[in-house]
């Protein structure tokens, strides 16, 4: 009933930078929170960021100064904007979010199918 798509992902060299997207769709009351996570190989995912419906933000550590969060409610999208790209940051990247379907009452956690970004010379 609801899907997240990104898009955005690719190669870039160090230093550079990566704008990723997510388009959520389908039957959608209310979106709270959206974030993203990303997965290196051999890693566990973690958390990149996340913003609530008001634009309060969130970032990991590692991540702040470099990334940017927003989103647009009108259009069901988030977006992370991704600069001083670093090797350590080649993952696959994974948008998530809290969505309230249309006749439901709760929000229930929502994942795309996730966006290689490889950083690399």
């Known amino acids: 009933q609801v899907q997240l798509v990104e898009s955005g992902g690719g190669l870039v060299q160090p230093g550079g930078s990566l704008r990723l997207s997510c388009a959520a769709s389908g039957s959608i009351f209310s979106i709270n929170v959206m974030a993203w996570y990303r997965q290196a190989p051999g890693k566990e995912r973690e958390l990149v960021a996340d913003?609530?419906?008001?634009?309060?933000?969130n970032y990991a550590d590692s991540m702040k100064g470099r990334f940017t969060i927003s989103r647009d409610n009108a259009k069901n999208t988030v977006y992370l904007q991704m600069n001083s790209l670093e090797p350590e940051d080649t993952a696959v990247y994974f948008c998530?979010?809290?969505?309230?379907?249309?006749?439901?009452?709760?929000?229930?956690?929502?994942w795309g199918q996730g966006t290689l970004v490889t950083v690399s010379s």
């Open positions: 998530n979010a809290d969505v309230q379907v249309i006749g439901t009452s709760r929000y229930l956690e929502h």
């Open positions: 913003i609530t419906r008001i634009g309060n933000t």
